[in-house]
Structures are given as C-alpha cells and as structure tokens.
C-alpha cells in the first residue's frame, strides 16, 4: 500500500473524498467517489443513462431505486448496470459510502459477469460477487481513514482483475470508437472495423457491454448533449447538429425518452440543484 493523496470537497449538504484507483484499474475506472452526510436530510434524485455502470459500496442506511419499469427497491451495496432510460433515487438521508463509476467492458471484466444480465437493472452486490463483496463493505465501514478504504478497493478490485474474463478484441474496439465519438458511428462502419457481421457485433457487443451497440450510441449522443448543454453557450438547435440528431425536434424526442423531461425542464433542475448546493456552502 502506498500514501495516497486524497482530495476533500464540501459539495453543500455533504462530503465528498475523492481518490485515484490503482493504475492497472484506471482505463476501467476513473476516481474513487468516497460521500457521506454530515447531517441526514432526505433526498430525492433523477438518474440518467449514462457511459457508465454504477457500484454503490453502501455504509449507511439503503436507498431507493425506481425506474418506469419498477415502482421502487431498497438496495444495500449494488451494482446498477446499463440503462437506457431514466431512474430514480430516494435516500432517508445519513448517505455514507462510496461511489464507482465504471465502464462498461470494465465492469464485465470485474464484476465477471456477462453485462446483458443486468442491463436496466441493479443487484445487491453480495448476490453478484459471493460473500467477498460482504466482508469487504464490513471492512470498509470499520476503516475510518479514506485512503486506507482506497486500498481496501484496489486490493479487492485487482484480485478481480486478474480472474475477470477478459472482452473480445473486436468489442474493445467498437466501445473506443463508440466512446471516443460521442456515439456518432453508426453499426455497420462499426462491423465493418472490425471485421465482423452487423448480427454478430450486436451479439456480442450487447452480451459484454449490455446494451446493444445502436442503443449505446444513443446512450452517449444524449449525454454528450446533456455535457455541452449544461455548460452553456450552444442552443438547443446548434447541440442537436453537433451531437450528430437530425434536428431539434428529435433532440427533444431523445430526452423525453431517455430522461423523461425536455431539455429545458433537466436543465432547470440541473441549475436548480446547483444553486441550493451553492447556496449551502460555506462563504
């Protein structure tokens, strides 16, 4: 173990530790997200497809998850896998954990799991990785220090590293193009690359990433959107060209499917969170 620095933020109402994995993690997983409440205040909060699958190491009380689909289940430690709509968290308050955010082929590799088994939904993560997963979130709540719980994960994480299955060459590929586009290649120039069917890329791409590759350029042509237009300066018309949609009009379809709202009523709630957290903290 080494004396790794980690990083304290007030985000207003809670704290967040944030701390860089191991380097042998990092191409599958960005940050360590440690958080926790200072004072228990109930929340509730919209979620969004994302690039991401999402690993909630819980070491408070459960929340609550809710999606179109699902009138809502009180998870522990979980792992939420690919979704192509919009959820819901509800939180008694007390939150205290940590948060991982990680790609897909990352997670199929550490979680050793074909990812199309948990598209659109979430698993307690004892009931995904076996007992393991519990003594490390009872590990992790007796560790008072954030960069020791940081080891902690490294060490768990790089055990599965190493047993993990590893994705197919052909699907790495077609993810980086994907991601690295925005969403903005279509299936056949991705099978076309890499040298495979359109059905079999989908196949298989669909089995490791969990979604299939036209919906998971939909996925991240939505929320390239979101990012361009949460920073301001393009309209509506101008992020639908740029995010490669036909016009505004089917911008605004895409959000109303994939988020639920318009983009003017995400962004409102976007900027309304914003300024309750700058407004909570300390001048």
């Known amino acids: ?27 599958f997983l960005r940050v360590y997200q440690g958080y926790w409440e200072p004072v228990a205040v109930p929340s509730r909060m919209r979620t969004l497809p994302t690039r991401s699958a999402v690993v909630i190491v819980n070491l408070g009380p459960p929340m609550r998850l809710a999606t179109p689909s699902d009138a809502g289940t009180e998870y522990g430690s979980f792992v939420a896998g690919m979704h192509d709509g919009h959820g819901e968290y ?47 979130v009872e590990r992790l709540a007796g560790t008072p ?12 994480l790089l055990r599965r590293l190493e047993i993990g299955p590893v994705p197919d060459p052909e699907v790495a590929r077609a993810w980086r193009l ?19 069917s359109r059905r079999h890329l989908t196949q298989r791409f669909t089995e490791q990433a969990g979604l299939p590759p036209k919906v998971m350029g939909r996925v991240l042509r939505f929320q390239r959107a979101v990012g361009l237009l949460s920073r301001g300066g393009l309209g509506l018309a101008e992020a639908a060209a740029v995010c490669g949609y036909y016009d505004q009009a089917h911008l605004n379809r895409e959000f109303r499917a994939l988020a639920g709202c318009t983009p003017s009523e995400l962004l409102g709630g976007m900027l309304e969170q914003q300024r309750v ?7």
């Not at 173990?1 to 191991?22: C, K, N, S, T, Y």
């Not at 509800?90 to 939150?95: F, K």
Request: proline share 8%; hydrophobic share 45%.
């Open 178 to 196: 994907l991601d690295g586009t925005g969403g903005a290649v279509g299936v056949a120039r991705l099978a076309e690359d890499v040298g495979w």
């Open 1 to 27: 173990m080494v004396d790794r620095p980690v990083e304290i933020r007030d985000r207003g109402g809670w704290l967040e530790a944030r701390g860089r994995p191991h380097r042998a993690l990092r191409p």
């Open 90 to 136: 509800t939180t008694p308050g007390g939150q205290h954990g940590v948060q991982l955010d990680v790609t897909p082929l990352g997670a199929y590799t550490l979680l050793g799991v074909p990812m199309a088994r948990i598209t659109n939904a979430a698993v307690e993560l004892p009931d995904l990785l076996g007992p393991g997963a519990a003594a490390l």
């Open 277 to 283: 957290t700058t407004a909570a903290e300390p001048a």
């Open 145 to 156: 220090s954030w960069a020791a719980r940081f080891d902690l994960l490294d060490a768990f």
